[in-house]
């Protein structure tokens, strides 16, 4: 049977792309930064898995205004990479894994998950920027993703107990999958930021460490949480934390957290990542 | 469950995007998302006016644009997202078009951001401002 083999959960921001595209990583501001991802990286060769689900959202990138879905699943063979307005970040092309995709595409379904099913998606950097910071920059990606969008632009967004609930779902849906698969759950968005509005620039690291400690160790009450307060608390832009309720959901009861980091700020945001594994019980 | 899109608004100095901007900004964002195409970049930053004269947007959109008020394109339907296809187009980063919504310039901005960002505390509530 395929198995959550671990949850992995970080910040995806643009300009992290640039600073890897354009070979800025070891300048004085961004290296504390891509250190605290040395550890990752290790980690993701000594673990590695077949395929990732990488809950993310779109930043215009892919999906204009015409159709906003709140839960979308890409089911291709691949994925390529998006023009954001900058021109394409240059990254391998994303390898789908359809077969993995369309039985969990049909599960959540038939558990009225009402998914929008993307036989065409091209990702942006909400996708690339957390793969290019477990993976470095590899000619080909190690792993076959399944890309799972998330309206966190347009209010309202899902509710964090529709994310922990999805999360819950996804991780039926891998263990009736018949096929020796290890399979990663990403979460990525966050943490506390706010990129516009006379309050830009808004920076919460106490908040966002409680919602990590509270993501490991109480997701049934941290679900809860209204969207209101996310807004208030960690920027109009922190609400891309419910992404990482799917993740938790999907990793049962009980966790083990194998990596913490975080960093402020890179551009506008403050940078939170875990590595967590299922505890076994 | 019934939507209250109020409660957004005491929160100062944000701009939430509802399903109702969603509506009221929809040629503004779907222009902004013209912008990923090289060409239509090329096209805009020569001729901006022109370019937009072929839009389904507002004067008051149009005229947000040609000023780069992106606090007025968000106060108008714009989301911040389709909004950065306008500074992208012109190679600006998030850090340098954001700066300009605040009351601060750029290098202030980057300082604040370096020295750990917006404190949060005095900007929870309007309410609590005297802003409402
Ligand atoms: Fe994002």
């Not at chain 1, 490991?216 to 307060?229: D, G, S």
């Not at chain 1, 109009?236 to 992404?243: A, K, R």
Request: charged share 20%.
């Amino acid at each position: 049977m395929a198995k959550i083999v671990a949850g992995i959960a970080t910040s995806h921001v643009p300009a992290v792309g640039h600073a890897l595209d354009s070979g800025k990583t070891q300048d004085a501001y961004w290296k504390p930064m891509f250190d605290g991802y040395e550890f990752s990286k290790q980690w993701a060769k000594d673990n590695p898995a077949d395929v990732a689900i990488i809950v993310y959202n779109d930043h215009a990138s892919y999906f204009g205004m015409e159709i906003m879905p709140t839960f979308a699943l890409g089911i291709a063979d691949s994925f390529a990479i998006c023009d954001e307005g900058y021109g394409p970040r240059p990254v391998p092309v994303v390898e789908g894994a359809p077969e993995l995709a369309t039985h969990l595409g049909a599960s959540l379904i038939m558990d009225d998950f009402d998914m929008t099913i993307l036989n065409v998606l091209e990702v942006d950097h909400g996708l690339t920027v957390p793969m290019s910071l477990m993976y470095g920059t590899p000619d080909k990606w190690p792993t076959k993703v399944i890309p799972l969008p998330v309206n966190v632009v347009m209010n309202p967004q899902p509710s964090g107990e529709r994310c922990l609930a999805l999360g819950k779902a996804i991780k039926r849906a891998v263990e009736q999958f018949e096929g020796d698969l290890k399979v990663e759950i990403w979460g990525t968005g966050g943490m506390s930021h706010q990129i516009q509005g006379a309050r830009a620039g808004l920076i919460n690291l106490p908040w966002d460490i409680q919602f990590m400690d509270d993501l490991i160790n109480q997701p049934e009450v941290l679900q809860y949480k209204p969207h209101l307060e996310y807004m208030i608390e960690a920027g109009s832009e922190g609400v891309e934390l419910i992404m990482w309720l799917i993740m938790r959901g999907a990793l049962g009861d009980q966790v083990n957290e194998v990596y913490r980091f975080n960093h402020v700020p890179a551009s506008n945001t403050s940078v939170g990542h875990l590595i967590l594994t299922p505890k076994e019980d | 469950m019934k939507p209250d899109f109020e409660q957004f608004k005491d929160i100062p100095g944000t701009t939430i995007f509802t399903i109702e901007s969603a509506r009221e900004g929809f040629h503004l964002n779907q222009f902004c998302m013209s912008l990923r195409d090289a060409k239509n970049r090329e096209r805009f930053l020569a001729d901006g006016p022109a370019y937009l004269a072929e839009w389904d947007m507002t004067d008051e959109q149009k005229q947000a644009v040609i000023d780069r008020d992106f606090q007025r394109m968000l106060d108008l339907g714009g989301n911040v997202y389709f909004l950065s296809k306008i500074f992208a187009a012109e190679g600006l980063s998030y850090v340098q078009a954001v700066s300009t919504m605040t009351d601060m310039n750029t290098e202030e901005y980057q300082q604040m951001m370096i020295n750990g960002g917006r404190n949060i505390e005095g900007w929870r509530s309007k309410k609590e401002r005297g802003e409402a």
